[in-house]
């Protein structure tokens, strides 16, 4: 009964939407795209894979929506990026954020497509996990 509960109360929690206040007084809205990505990547040979969270930064409250009414779109084209991904790439700080400049392009283009505007400020990986 109490693991029940508690996983309730987990799911309940999971993907909602938090506030933050800028110090000049505006409001950021951060995204959690949940679940975390885990993606194979790297081509022929031996099986490699990466786990990564995504958040992303919106810049009004009704962007919430847009993003949480085309994740299906925004999951699959992010899915497709990631697993494109070579391992020298992957292994430099560099490389790593190329892939979060592409990731951030593709989730502008997916609103923009779908939406008519770009609502996502910003895309941040909260944590990254590679296995070779």
């Given at each position: ?5 508690l ?9 909602n ?12 809205l951060y995204?959690?795209l949940y ?7 790297g ?14 930064h919106?810049n009004?409250e ?9 994740l299906?779109f925004?999951?699959?084209?992010l899915?497709?990026?990631f ?11 560099e490389g790593?954020?190329?892939?979060r ?6 989730v ?9 505007n770009v609502?996502?400020?910003n895309l ?9």
């Amino acid at each position: 009964m109490k693991k029940s509960v508690l996983m309730l109360i987990c799911l309940l929690l999971i993907g909602n939407p938090v506030w933050a206040e800028d110090p000049q007084g505006v409001d950021n809205l951060y995204v959690d795209l949940y679940p975390a990505f885990i993606v194979n990547y790297g081509g022929k040979g031996r099986l490699r894979f990466f786990k990564t969270d995504v958040t992303v930064h919106l810049n009004s409250e009704g962007s919430v929506d847009s993003v949480e009414d085309h994740l299906p779109f925004i999951r699959n084209n992010l899915v497709l990026l990631f697993s494109k991904q070579t391992e020298e790439a992957l292994m430099t700080r560099e490389g790593k954020e190329q892939l979060r400049q592409a990731a951030l392009e593709t989730v502008q283009a997916v609103l923009k497509s779908e939406v008519g505007n770009v609502t996502i400020d910003n895309l941040l990986f909260t944590s990254f996990i590679i296995q070779k």
